[in-house]
């Protein structure tokens, strides 16, 4: 087995201003850093090599995603809109995402790095990938920049595989606390994309991702929304994952498993309320594993979106890496001692509900 990593010095360049959580400054909002800055980023890259692990990846190199390759999921007013701002210093992409000078070069770089691991994936130079970029891209719609996202980066990995690379039907596996709109967006209409979101219920965006929206015309049956009570932790995450996103995927049998890889699912997350430790990580990227190993010869690539625990964030991520890697020993995680016996860690009969809702919805997946 192997596995991929990419980074770009230049993701961590990419200025998000000051503000205070999500907030930028501006009013009472005192400046101080802003809640999506490097550090969650840098500190999960800093322990893959401090541990070793960077040294068993094959490390991959970014390029900035094309304009025609960018096109094919934003509008050509909106990417203008992008670069002139970019050019006069920075701006915001349109809620909640702001950047600065040579905002619209790293977040090309980002979209670009998405398509480079998910190129070297399909090529088989490597088994799996995993892309830490920055910024962000799940919540970008056409036409608007959400959610510190500027170009939908899986999205735009998704049509890259399907366009330039030979698949048919790529899966999406959104594992960030936060509804995978822009995703949801780009594929609602569009049978050759199965996209699964995860997300704390009603978080944000506000009403997006009900357990209803299940995709419309082509694409009916083909999304798939798993809305979870806040507090939901790893008991209520790996029944989802067995319950509802491995049956998708074996019914969908897609070419390639893309993951929308935000770690805000984690407990000590400033911007949600779940749960989630390392192993709790560790196991989805098993479950994972093990479905795209059945269904398409293990093509699985994970492009990273949220997670904004600088403390906790890195060692979600190892655990993530080592199961992609199929190493035996594990890094110790000083957070799993003190986790560990917490109640409220397993499945609660409120989050059982929740996702026999979304169970129902599996009989409507596109079969293959
Ligand atoms: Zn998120």
Same mark, same amino acid.
């Given at each position: 087995m192997s596995t991929g990593f990419l980074w770009d010095e230049r993701y961590a360049w990419h200025d998000t201003g000051t503000g205070a959580g999500f907030m930028s400054a501006g009013g009472l909002v005192e400046?101080?850093?802003?809640?999506?800055?490097p550090a969650t980023k840098r500190r999960f890259r800093n322990l893959l090599e401090v541990t070793g692990l960077l040294d068993r990846c094959l490390q991959l190199g970014a390029r900035p995603a094309r304009d025609e390759e960018l096109l094919r999921l934003h509008t050509p007013e909106y990417l203008q809109r992008i670069k002139d701002m970019s050019a006069a210093g920075g701006g915001d992409g349109?809620?909640? $995402?702001p950047f600065g000078a040579n905002g619209y070069e790293v977040a090309a770089l980002a979209a670009g790095g998405a398509m480079a691991a998910t190129e070297a994936v399909m090529r088989r130079e490597v088994d799996n990938a995993y892309a830490l970029v920055? &910024? &962000?891209?799940?919540? $970008?719609e056409r036409d608007l920049g959400r959610g510190f996202c500027i170009f939908g980066n899986t999205a735009l990995a998704a049509l890259h595989a399907r366009e330039a690379l030979g698949a048919e039907r790529v899966a999406i596996v959104d594992w960030d606390v936060h509804h995978g709109n822009g995703t949801e967006h780009a594929f609602y209409e569009d049978g050759s994309v199965l996209a699964i979101s995860l997300h704390q !219920?009603?978080?944000? &965006?506000? !009403?997006?991702?009900?357990?209803?929206?299940?995709?419309?015309?082509?694409?009916?049956?083909a999304t798939l929304n798993v809305p979870l009570p806040p507090g939901s932790s790893n008991g209520a995450y790996e029944a989802a994952f067995e319950r509802v996103v491995a049956p998708a995927i074996r019914r969908f049998r897609p070419d390639v498993v893309l993951v929308a890889s935000g770690l805000d699912a984690s407990m000590c997350d400033p911007f949600a309320v779940m749960a989630v430790t390392s192993p709790g990580f560790a196991r989805m990227a098993r479950i994972l594993l093990d479905a795209a190993a059945e269904v398409?010869?293990?093509?699985l690539v994970l492009i990273h979106e949220g997670g904004y625990s600088s403390a906790h964030v890195p060692f979600c991520g190892v655990a993530v890496m080592e199961e992609l890697l199929g190493t035996e020993e594990r890094v110790e995680d000083p957070f799993t001692a003190v986790f560990s016996?917490? $109640?409220?860690m397993d499945l609660q009969p409120h989050q059982d509900v929740a996702i026999q809702r979304a169970e129902a919805n599996l009989a409507g997946v596109p079969e293959r």
């Open positions: 400046p101080e850093m802003h809640g999506e800055s349109g809620e909640l $995402a920055r &910024p &962000p891209g799940h919540h $970008a !219920d009603n978080l944000y &965006p506000v !009403d997006s991702g009900r357990v209803t929206d299940t995709g419309e015309g082509e694409g009916a049956g398409c010869d293990g093509r016996g917490m $109640a409220y």
